[in-house]
């Protein structure tokens, strides 16, 4: 178990507190007899490079913060342990690479970018108890127009071609995007939208999480590329586990992609 | 003469013999009746079976249609039961309409807006509207007005005739909003510096879109202040929340980094180059109460 893994199972004994600070999310889990009390709080200024986690002392007159979002779920019984699971972001998510990039004609290659991961929050019976980000992104419009496009959240990243470049965090989940540039002009990537409700989420042996990889095709200038999502995960990614499955199993949606998959 | 004309005309509308007219009448009202039940009933499985792929407004739409067109039915059957025929009938309609028409001219020009509006969705059940002042979601699209909701919760009806002629805005048509934000400034401020404080507070906040990229325009050069117009996108939902917040962070970090927001000033010129000459004296009355209070 490498050190940035935060998920698991996590045993629970009745009337017990446990508390994570999870970059700058704090989350206290508290069991009672026949109830979950989950709270959790976000810092203002949190910054989405963050990686570090750590579990909490446990309380003694330490409280949560003012402004924390409590939730009671009451069932029966409460079961002898709950699961955190990471997911990645409920929407599409927009990379815009800090710098420009081109694919020159006939060229191919692949991208490594991240995304932020989602907390989800399970009881032994698969009940989902909570569902939100680690670290909130921005929203963002993606569309021509804004008339015409779709919300999703923005990030930035440095869209890597090597692999040992992408630092390891807790946080965010790395997509391979291999893009084939067919056509004979240079093929811009100014902003790529990665359809990460559509993607499920594995971890890798190397300690980074994994999604499936995004095959990117440009046949002609001025057409939408062609785009499939690949069956099998990166070569790179070797002995992999499943975390969570995707949010959406829709294939309407990567038809929605192909007019919105680059702006 | 008139009589017998009036006869003439009934006897050809209700050609049965007197027992069948009963009996006709009490069959005819009961396929009404059951007409209106049935057409219920239909309206109301309808909505239940597809409650879930239907927006408000086409369920509104097919609600009414499917409704209207079965009490049709059922209606053209009962009046054929009691015995009307239905050419005659119709003939008569058109006189009547001509009628009606005259005698109802504004509710039948709600009746035909309101048909316009529907048909033509500039606005769907659950919108939020602006008409000539009035701000609020609609609730429904009628055949002779249009109810709104407002946020003090006031039940406002408009009537489908005005907003056919008049402009109005729908506010949530589209899923993004820019929020405007008018600033005034010293002229003794660096609009670089200011710019780059408001993009970068807009960058922070968390409700403000990445994308359409925050604004910020230099309006003119007013009397008091240089005007600036700071433009943010948002969610429509979160158009009030955004508009609140980031007014109170302006201000906040114009405090911070003592950027001024002036009042109006008058500066005053007498023609000459030289400055008005000013004494500044204490007011005796206040003096006396100093020196009032100094003593006791």
């Known amino acids: 178990m490498s050190n940035n893994t935060w998920w698991g199972n996590i045993p629970f004994a009745l009337d017990e507190v446990r508390r994570w600070q999870l970059a700058s999310l704090t989350l206290q889990i508290q069991r009672v007899a026949q109830e979950w009390q989950i709270s959790h709080h976000r810092q203002n200024n949190q910054h989405e490079d ?9 309380l003694d007159d330490e409280t949560m913060p003012e402004k924390s979002v409590l939730q009671r779920h009451i069932f029966n019984q409460t ?32 991208l490594f970018v991240s995304t932020p991961l989602w907390l989800n929050v399970f ?43 992408l630092p390891i965090r807790s946080f965010r989940a790395v997509t391979p995007i291999h893009i084939t540039n067919h056509h004979t002009q240079s093929m811009p990537i100014e902003r790529i939208n990665i359809p990460a409700p559509l993607l499920s989420l594995y971890a890798g042996d190397d300690g980074r999480l994994w999604t499936p990889t995004l095959e990117v095709e440009q046949l002609s200038y001025g057409r939408a590329p062609k785009i499939h999502l690949s069956k099998q995960l990166y070569d790179r990614a070797g002995n992999v586990k499943l975390l969570n499955n995707a949010r959406q199993n829709n294939p309407e949606n990567l038809i929605h992609l192909f007019e919105n998959f680059f702006n | 003469m008139a009589n017998t004309a009036t006869e003439s005309f009934l006897d050809r509308l209700i050609n049965l013999p007197f027992s069948d007219k009963i009996e006709g009448f009490i069959i005819g009202g009961f396929i009404l009746l059951l007409g209106y039940l049935v057409a219920h009933l239909i309206t109301k499985a309808f909505v239940k079976t597809m409650s879930q792929r239907l927006t408000a407004h086409q369920m509104l739409v ?38 009606i028409g005259f005698a109802s001219q504004t509710s039948a020009s709600n009746l035909i807006s309101g048909l316009f509006l529907i048909g033509e969705g500039s606005f769907m059940i659950g919108d939020t509207i602006e008409v000539n002042g009035t701000i609020g979601e609609v609730l429904s699209i009628d055949l002779l007005s249009v109810k709104l909701r407002t946020a003090d919760n006031i039940y406002v009806r408009i009537p489908n005739e005005q907003l056919i002629k008049s402009e109005f805005a729908n506010l949530t048509r589209f899923a993004i ?55 943010i996108w948002t969610r429509k939902e979160n158009f009030l929340d955004v508009r609140d917040t980031i007014q109170e962070s302006i201000k906040n970090t114009f405090d911070e980094h003592k950027i001024d927001i002036p009042f109006p000033q008058i500066t005053f010129n007498s023609g000459d180059l030289a400055p008005f000459a000013l ?15 100094g003593t006791t």
């Not at chain 1, 079961?79 to 081109?102: C, E, G, M, N, Y």
């Not at chain 2, 970068?200 to 604004?215: G, S």
């Open chain 2, 177 to 231: 909003r820019r929020v405007p934000i008018a600033i005034g400034i010293s002229y003794k401020e660096d609009i670089h510096k200011v710019r780059k404080v408001l993009l970068d507070l807009a960058d922070t906040t968390p409700l403000v879109l990445d994308e359409p990229r925050p604004q910020v325009i230099v309006q003119n050069f007013a009397d008091s202040a240089i005007n600036l117009s700071f433009n």
């Open chain 1, 79 to 110: 079961s002898s342990h709950i699961t955190l699971k990471p997911q990645l972001a409920d929407r599409s998510v927009v990379i815009k690479p800090i710098t420009p990039l081109f694919i020159a004609p006939n060229q191919q290659t692949t």
């Open chain 2, 279 to 293: 004494n500044i004296q204490a007011n005796p009355h206040e003096s006396n109460i100093k020196q009032q209070s």
């Open chain 1, 50 to 58: 963050e990686h570090d986690w750590r579990l909490l002392p446990p």
């Open chain 1, 123 to 165: 009881t032994s019976d698969d009940s989902l108890l909570l569902d939100t980000p680690v670290i909130k992104p921005t929203e963002t419009w993606f569309g021509a127009t804004p008339i015409r496009g779709e919300l999703c959240y923005a990030t930035k990243v440095f869209a890597r071609l090597d692999l040992e470049q």
């Open chain 2, 62 to 99: 097919w609600r009414r249609g499917i409704f209207y067109f079965l009490l049709m039915l059922f209606s053209i059957s009962a009046l054929h039961e009691m015995g009307f025929k239905l050419s005659v009938l119709l003939g008569a309609a058109g006189i009547f309409t001509v009628a």
